[in-house]
C-alpha cells in the first residue's frame, strides 16, 4: 500500500499542480526543470528534487511515443532492418534511428558525469534565471535569421551531434531541452517543423534512461528525504494527458506562427527572477533539493 508521511516534500495536492507544470511546458521551449523548481520555490515547497522531476518526464514522454507512434514504428523497423549492413543506411527512417543514438550520446556520457552538480549547484534559481534569458534569445536569434527549411531527412551524422550537445545543456534547469535543441536545429537550417519533430524524437532515449535511473531514488527514505511512489505516480499521468494535448497543439501552432511570444516570455521570467532574487524577495537557494 502506497504511504505518504505529511513531512514528504511533494504531497498529493501538490503533485497535482507540478504534474500540470510538466505537462504545460515540457514541449514548449520554456524549460519544464525550470518551472517546477520556480513553482516549488515561489510556492514555498520543498524542492521535490532532481529524481521527482526526472521521473514525471517519462509521462509527458510517454506522449511523444503516443503521437509519433506511427513514425516511430517506421524508424525502429527500419533501424532494425539496417542492422546486418555494415554501411550507412539509404533508408532514412533507418538513419534516423542511428542519428537518435548518435544524438544521445553527449547527454548520456555529461548526464553521469556531472550527476552531484545537477542534483545541486545547477539548480540555484540565478543561473536557472540566466539559461531562461540567454537561451530564449539565442532561440529568437536564430529562428529570426536562419530562413532555410532543410527537411527532417536531410539530417546528417554531425548536425545529430550538434543536436545532441544541445540537448545536454538541459542538464541545468532553464536551457529547456526542446528549447536548446529547436535552437541547433534552426541555426544549421531546418524547418521549424523539422527541428522540432527531431528535438522531440531525441529526447525519448534520454529521458527514458534518466527517468528509469532516477526511480531508484523515488521512495528510497522517510519523511523529507524522499519523495513518495503516490505523488509521483499521480504527477507522472497528469503530465501525460497534459502534454499529449500540448504537442498536438505546438505542432499545428508552428506551421504558421514562430518562436517569438516563447522568446518573450523566457526573457521576461528570467528578469523577474533576477529583480525577485536581488530585492530579497526570494533566496535563489530557496527550497534546497532533497538529499538523497
Do not use: C
Request: charged share 15%; net charge positive; aromatic share 10%.
Amino acid at each position: 500500500m502506497l504511504t505518504i508521511a505529511a513531512a514528504d516534500p511533494v504531497n498529493y495536492f501538490r503533485a497535482i499542480i507540478l504534474g500540470i507544470v510538466q505537462g504545460l511546458t515540457e514541449f514548449i521551449p520554456i524549460s519544464s526543470s525550470a518551472h517546477i523548481r520556480i513553482t516549488a520555490a515561489i510556492a514555498g515547497w520543498d524542492d521535490p528534487g532532481a529524481a521527482f522531476t526526472a521521473v514525471t518526464q517519462i509521462g509527458t514522454e510517454l506522449a511523444v511515443v503516443l503521437y509519433f507512434r506511427n513514425d516511430i514504428l517506421h524508424i525502429l523497423r527500419a533501424w532494425f532492418r539496417s542492422l546486418p549492413a555494415r554501411r550507412w543506411p539509404e533508408d532514412p527512417d533507418a538513419r534516423m534511428g542511428w542519428l537518435i543514438i548518435i544524438g544521445t550520446l553527449p547527454v548520456a556520457i555529461l548526464g553521469l558525469a556531472l550527476q552531484n552538480p545537477i542534483d545541486d549547484a545547477f539548480r540555484d534559481l540565478r543561473l536557472t534565471a540566466f539559461m531562461l534569458i540567454v537561451f530564449g534569445l539565442l532561440l529568437g536569434w536564430a529562428d529570426a535569421n536562419h530562413r532555410s527549411d532543410k527537411p527532417i531527412e536531410s539530417l546528417t551524422v554531425r548536425d545529430g551531434l550538434i543536436y545532441g550537445f544541445a540537448q545536454a545543456l538541459a542538464l541545468i534547469p532553464g536551457t529547456s531541452r526542446s528549447g536548446a535543441t529547436i535552437t541547433a536545429g534552426r541555426i544549421l537550417g531546418y524547418s521549424r517543423e523539422a527541428a522540432t519533430r527531431y528535438a522531440f524524437l531525441l529526447a525519448l532515449p534520454a529521458v527514458f534512461a534518466s527517468g528509469l535511473f532516477e526511480l531508484k531514488d523515488i521512495g528510497s527514505g522517510p519523511g523529507k528525504d524522499s519523495v513518495a511512489w503516490g505523488p509521483t505516480i499521480l504527477a507522472t499521468v497528469i503530465a501525460f494527458f497534459i502534454g499529449l494535448a500540448v504537442i498536438a497543439w505546438l505542432m499545428k501552432y508552428l506551421r504558421t506562427r514562430s518562436y517569438a511570444p516563447f522568446v518573450a516570455y523566457r526573457v521576461a521570467l528570467g528578469i523577474f527572477l533576477i529583480i525577485l532574487i536581488t530585492a530579497g524577495g526570494l533566496d535563489p537557494n530557496a527550497a534546497q533539493a532533497i538529499t538523497k
